[in-house]
């Protein structure tokens, strides 16, 4: 499915979901910390794997009920994504080489949120609008930026599950977060590391996002 078309339908979705929202509005605020193993998905280069990087992440929340059982969220925020690439790992230990992809993204994502009560288990997912801020490639003590590398914005799909505690006048939550990239994000006029070039690199992860509600 192309992003255009997928941004098309969650628009269509939001308009549906808000037509009964004067019945049940109500907006909430707050903010999130989180924890995140980040991949690289896609077809590696030859005699390459990809591997987890570990970042960390916050955001704002914005929250409104647009529907008795149904949340929207809206959470900018700021986000490490990355990969290491390791060649040679199946030969000779002293053959192994690693180079090691650290990027932080400005998020902007949309979650719709199923819970029946305010309270307890939920799932949901959205779509998320990144921008790449900068991107750096560290092999054998030396860092380089390769920002240029790649593209300058990011489209992933998210699936989320978690729990959330009602405290009275707050909530906390703990939530797992799964994200795949819709779009390349290699850029086709650079070289990913080195002199070689991967045309199908996506966003790939996992989070452990942890928040406060008022």
């Known amino acids: 499915m192309r992003p255009t078309s997928v941004f098309s339908l969650l ?7 808000c037509l009964p929202a004067h019945a049940h509005s109500q907006v909430r605020l707050g903010f999130s910390a989180e924890l995140n193993r980040s991949t690289f998905g896609g077809v590696p280069p030859g005699d390459a794997n990809y591997s987890s990087n570990y970042g960390t992440g916050f955001a704002g929340i914005i929250e409104f009920r647009v529907h008795r059982d149904v949340v929207l969220s809206i959470q900018p925020g700021w ?11 199946d030969e000779e230990p002293d053959s192994t080489e690693s180079f090691n992809i650290e990027q932080s993204w400005a998020t902007l994502p949309v979650y719709f949120r199923i819970d029946s009560d305010g309270h307890g288990f939920y799932a949901g997912g959205g ?6 801020l900068d991107s750096e490639l560290e092999h054998e003590g030396a860092t380089v930026d390769n920002t240029d590398a790649f593209e300058d914005i990011d ?7 978690g729990y959330l505690r009602d405290s009275g006048s707050f909530s906390l939550f703990l939530e797992a977060r799964y994200m795949q990239g819709i779009r390349t994000i290699t ?15 996506k966003s790939n992860g996992l989070r452990l996002v942890a928040g406060i509600l008022f």
């Open 11 to 17: 628009g269509s979705a939001l308009i549906v979901l």
């Open 79 to 89: 986000i490490q994504k990355g990969s290491k690439v390791v060649f040679n790992q």
């Open 127 to 132: 779509v998320s609008l990144d921008m790449l």
């Open 155 to 161: 489209a992933v799909y998210q699936f989320t599950a």
């Open 187 to 201: 850029s086709m006029n650079e070289g990913l590391i080195a002199n070689v070039n991967v045309p199908d690199v």
